[in-house]
């Protein structure tokens, strides 16, 4: 710098004031690695002493904040500015200027207020005084090469991640289950433990369809799960019960189905109390997203059953989309909960219970009642409950004894699994208990400090082995397979499945169930008239049944006096009264 220039701008007036040195970095990887660019910003108190000030401050507040556009506030950039507005700052030092702008907004400011109250600034080159027109050229020149230089920056690296992302080779942490081998492709885990862990995730929500389900079916069996943990530097797999969050994330990942995805969550600007913030959108479809890849991989699911799984997730929503889906199968006692759709106005009907006990079910369309209107329709539930299970008994009767052989091999299926996951987990163990016991074999046995660890370490193993070989053995006693007369009791039941869906043994939440797998869903129409209901139901895979009934009548009206007995009784009242009376 022009020692000589840099006297002859400085003044007493500066000189009486405080120097602000301004530090940032853009991350906090580089707050962390680029140790070096921070020496060299701070050694800028130095440089404002050697300009003559007594007093320096340093901001350092904003190290590892960007200066993008719709980045995070930057609480230490607020504070030059308001110091410099109060008169209190004489200079404002900074390595780059880039350091303290990164957009127009933020740099005209900073320069308006500069030149306003007479405040200097200098980098690591130049001293610049905002009231001589030559350095206000140089350092708008410079604060456009700033935002310029960023956007470039930013262009380049989001080309080169598309680019590299649309042929698949974009590296990331991949999701429990997958690696990457020597060639970069992305392949099964090799660990067969974790992929049948991975493989039962699947196979369970395909039974029980609820994530809620799901879950609470790994912690009742007392069945781990892999999860990416970060430990010194670097993620492992580590086994543990699964929370509802995980799995959800396991059936919502196209990865898992063979597609490689990129670009799914999208980032848009939005001004909030005059300053532009980046958020989020919400997750689009794997199609919509930047690159879509299907069949990039090996999947534990194909395609289609994970478009099937993300329905039924859908459908399972919350009171958040109540109009639009089924919502999970619950204990109340509404068989038809969530398949009734009104004709009139097309929403869906709600269930709402009465009754001393609280499970009478009664089905309401809500209408436009909530806008001053009125409900469309509403009616009791046991009724239509009954007529609908006729016709359900009569399409699947028939296939009765195939269900029960298809129940029977579900079973011998479910216990092979479970006992897999378990022969798998104590072979991990045993090879954990080998190396435990190679390592306490190779050290010196007068090391007592190190050996008394090690063998530790291999007792703890040998517990475990003995406890999981335990836990197979009794498992495999509670496991067995049916006998004669069960098997026969089984088809049995098939045979005679109505007396089995009237039975008061039969849980209403497997009706349901049974229910949702045949019907998409019920259009219900009331005929004011005639009172009665025209019912249409939608079976899975695209027939129609079509019946009518008389409207359930309220305990109100179906056990009111009859007109006529009113006016019988009243007659017989008054004439008994006027014998009375004679």
């Known amino acids: 710098m022009n020692r000589t220039e840099s006297n002859g701008k400085f003044t007493p007036a500066h000189l009486s004031r405080k120097a602000v ?36 401050e340093v901001i350092d507040c904003d190290l590892g904040v960007s200066a993008s556009s719709g980045a995070g506030a930057r609480s230490g950039f607020k504070q030059l500015l308001a110091s410099i507005a109060l008169g209190e700052v004489g200079l404002v030092l900074s390595r780059e200027l880039s350091r303290l702008s990164r957009t127009d907004k933020d740099w005209c400011h900073l320069l308006e207020l500069c030149q306003m109250f007479d405040t200097l600034i200098a980098d690591a080159d130049n001293l610049y005084d905002l009231t001589r027109m030559d350095d206000q050229l140089v350092l708008g020149i410079k604060g456009t090469l700033s935002v310029v230089e960023l956007n470039t920056l930013k262009s380049r690296l989001q080309q080169g991640r598309e680019s590299k992302a649309k042929r698949g080779e974009l590296g990331r942490c991949l999701a429990p289950g997958y690696v990457t ?14 992929q049948e862990a991975i493989a039962l995730v699947f196979n369970q929500f395909d039974a029980l369809g609820s994530i809620r389900q799901t879950q609470r079916w790994f912690h009742e069996e007392g069945i781990e799960l892999p999860v990416n943990k970060p430990q010194g530097g670097r993620r492992v797999l580590h086994w543990q019960l ?22 799914r969550r999208r980032t848009q600007r939005v001004v909030k109390g005059g300053q532009t913030l980046k958020r989020q959108v919400m997750v689009q479809e794997p199609e919509q997203a930047k690159v879509f890849l299907p069949g990039h991989h090996r999947g534990y699911i194909d395609w289609a059953k994970y478009q099937r799984n993300q329905d039924i997730m859908r459908g399972n929503g ?24 009104c004709g009139r106005c097309g929403r869906k009907l709600h269930i709402r219970y009465w009754g001393k006990s609280g499970t009478a079910a009664r089905y309401v369309c809500s209408g436009d009642f909530a806008t001053g209107g009125r ?3 509403g009616f009791g539930g046991a009724t239509v409950d009954k007529r609908l299970s006729e ?30 996951v378990l022969e798998r987990r104590l072979q991990q163990v045993r090879y954990e208990t080998e190396r435990a016991f190679a390592q306490y074999d190779q050290v010196d046995p007068n090391n007592r400090l190190v050996a008394e660890v090690l063998e530790q370490r291999w007792n703890d ?21 049916l006998n004669a007369a069960e098997e026969a009791a089984l088809r049995a039941l098939g045979e005679d499945f109505a007396g089995v869906w009237e039975d008061p043994a039969c849980p209403m939440v497997l009706k349901k169930q049974i229910v949702r797998l045949l019907i998409h869903e019920i259009v219900v129409v009331m005929d004011e008239s005639a009172q009665t209901l025209q019912l249409v139901i939608h079976w899975h895979g695209g027939c129609h049944t079509a019946f009518s009934m008389a409207k359930p009548q309220s ?7 009859a007109l006529e007995d009113l006016e019988l009784i009243t007659r017989r009242i008054v004439g008994d009264t006027n014998n009375l009376v004679t």
């Not at 530090?23 to 300009?51: F, G, P």
């Not at 081998?181 to 974790?194: A, F, H, Q, S, Y």
């Not at 082995?465 to 509670?478: F, G, I, K, P, V």
């Open 21 to 56: 040195v301004y530090l940032r970095q853009s991350s906090l990887a580089q707050v962390k690695q680029n140790t070096e660019s921070q020496r060299l910003q701070y050694a800028l108190k130095e440089t404002a002493k050697a300009y003559g000030f007594k007093h320096i």
């Open 181 to 194: 081998d020597t060639t970069g492709e992305i392949v099964k885990d090799p660990n067969l433990r974790v």
């Open 242 to 263: 699964p929370t509802m969050s995980f799995i959800g994330d396991m059936l919502h990942n196209p990865l898992y189905a063979g597609a490689y995805v990129y670009g």
């Open 318 to 341: 919350g009171n958040f989309m109540q109009d639009e889906t089924a919502l999970a199968v619950r204990g109340g006692q509404g068989l038809l909960t969530g398949l009734l759709r």
């Open 375 to 377: 409900y469309c329709l």
């Open 391 to 420: 016709s359900l008994l009569q399409a699947i009767s028939p296939l009765g004894l195939d269900a029960s052989l298809a129940a029977m091999e579900r079973l011998a299926a479910e216990g092979n699994d479970q006992r897999g």
């Open 461 to 481: 193993k040998l517990e475990e082995q003995h406890n999981l070989q335990a836990e197979l053995d009794t498992y495999a006693d509670r496991v067995r397979s």
């Open 555 to 561: 305990g109100a009206i179906a056990h009111k006096t």
